[in-house]
């Protein structure tokens, strides 16, 4: 079974610096995809980004990107010029890339609690 | 963007009374509802996945006979709690896939706070 993991249960950065926020997960496919998503005080899930296996090039969304690294099975992300409006929780999730039943579902980490200090 | 509506939003309700929590797909049809249950400060936990027309896919632990998710159209799928407990208590978010997008698609909802009292 795929397993994804958060080893930062919490993160601090001051505004308009550069945080990375780390994700490992465990597979034996070799196609799947990765998101991280945002969840805010309103908790409101909210799509951040996400990576294709099959792409070798990083996904990048404005002031966050990520660093893929699939034979470590590393998916970190990078927040630039951190904003007020940042703080939140982040979670990495892992999806099967095979198609059709519970393979849909998304597996999620257990979350990196990110302040933003002004 | 696509849109998933969640009501209510929040709930109170008297310790073995039944609460139904609706999902609704707002610009797109979804084959596919995941209902999820969140404490305070954890990850969310997936109770069980929904496909349009068949029986919800349970995951383990998760009792069936408690949570009854119905999906009964391509836009609406509904969690109903049976006679709640105030363990039942807690954030449950309803998440819809858009399969025209291969691969991602997941919609939220804004979720439901449940009080058992």
């Known amino acids: 079974a795929q397993t994804v993991t958060q080893s930062q249960p919490e993160m601090s950065v001051q505004e308009a610096e550069t945080v990375t926020l780390s994700c490992t997960y465990d597979?034996?496919?070799?196609?799947?995809?990765l998101f991280w998503y945002k969840q805010p005080p309103s908790r409101q899930m909210i799509l951040v980004i996400r990576q294709e296996a099959y792409k070798q090039q990083n996904a990048t969304e404005n002031r966050f990107s990520v660093n893929f690294q699939k034979a470590a099975k590393s998916f970190s992300l990078k927040i630039s010029d951190s904003q007020l409006g940042d703080a939140a929780m982040y979670f990495c999730?892992?999806?099967?890339?095979?198609?059709?039943?519970?393979?849909?579902?998304?597996?999620f980490g257990t979350g990196t609690l990110l302040a933003v200090q002004p | 963007g696509a849109v998933v509506s969640q009501h209510p939003s929040r709930v109170i309700c008297k310790s073995g009374t039944s609460v139904k929590i609706e999902c609704r797909s707002l610009d797109f049809q979804a084959t596919t509802m995941f209902w999820y249950r969140q404490f305070p400060k954890q990850s969310l936990m997936l109770m069980a996945t929904?496909?349009?027309?068949?029986?919800?896919?349970?995951e383990q632990g998760v009792e069936k006979d408690k949570f009854l998710i119905n999906h009964a159209s391509l836009t609406l799928s509904t969690l109903t709690v049976a006679s709640a407990h105030p363990e039942d208590s807690s954030f449950y978010i309803c998440s819809a896939r858009d399969h025209r997008v291969l691969g991602y698609g997941y919609t939220f909802g804004s979720g439901t706070r449940l009080t058992v009292v």
């Open positions: 597979t034996s496919e070799s196609d799947y995809y």
């Open positions: 999730a892992y999806r099967s890339g095979t198609y059709g039943g519970a393979t849909n579902k998304l597996i």
């Open positions: 929904s496909n349009e027309g068949s029986k919800a896919t349970y």
